[in-house]
């Protein structure tokens, strides 16, 4: 099979506060469309990609360049869904479509409490919530009519969201 434009696959970001719902939304999507799943999270921590690590929130800081040196020749092949919660740093060429998990509060801090998280670092991660940080990040960071927001409170939501996904890849591809 040769490398024609139709055998492209465009690069997707999934973003949304930790507890959002963005792995399990990945997971899916990347078996479903046959796409490479980049959870940055995992990549870092497997790599050393961290400068150091904040005692007061109880995590390790990415060391943003030596991730972007990591990805750069696999996000140029196409079909990657990158999975991270945050998107600020990322190159705007890197990505076809970006999508936000929200989350409300009382269903965030439930799952964020469950995966043990300190009060300051829970506290934080609400804030953020709250302000719809991410969110605004990502339009900042990205041209609005690739930024879209998804639902990740409930499965039905993650259901809605799988194919919102899909169906702008449907799009993409007749494009």
């Not at 092949?77 to 999508?99: L, M, S, T």
């Amino acid at each position: 099979m040769s490398d024609s434009a139709q055998d492209v696959k465009p690069n997707i970001l999934i973003t949304g506060t930790p507890g959002a719902g963005k792995s399990y939304l990945c997971e899916r999507l990347a078996s479903q469309l046959k796409f490479e799943w980049l959870d940055c999270s995992k990549i870092a921590k497997e790599n050393n990609f961290v400068e150091e690590y904040d005692e007061e929130y109880d995590c390790p800081i990415l060391d943003e360049e030596k991730l972007m040196d990591h990805l750069e020749p696999i996000m140029a092949k196409g079909g990657n869904i990158v999975e991270y919660h945050g998107c600020d740093f990322f190159p705007e060429r890197w990505f076809q479509a970006v999508f936000v998990v929200t989350c409300p509060n009382t269903t965030l801090y439930d799952r964020l409490k469950d995966r043990n998280y300190n009060e300051k670092k829970l506290s934080s991660n609400i804030q953020c919530e709250i302000f719809g940080t991410i969110l605004e990040e990502a339009r900042d960071s990205y041209k609005s009519d690739i930024v879209f927001e998804l639902k990740g409170e409930t499965k039905a939501d993650a259901h809605t969201s799988l194919k919102t996904v899909k169906n702008w890849y449907g799009m993409w591809k007749r494009k």
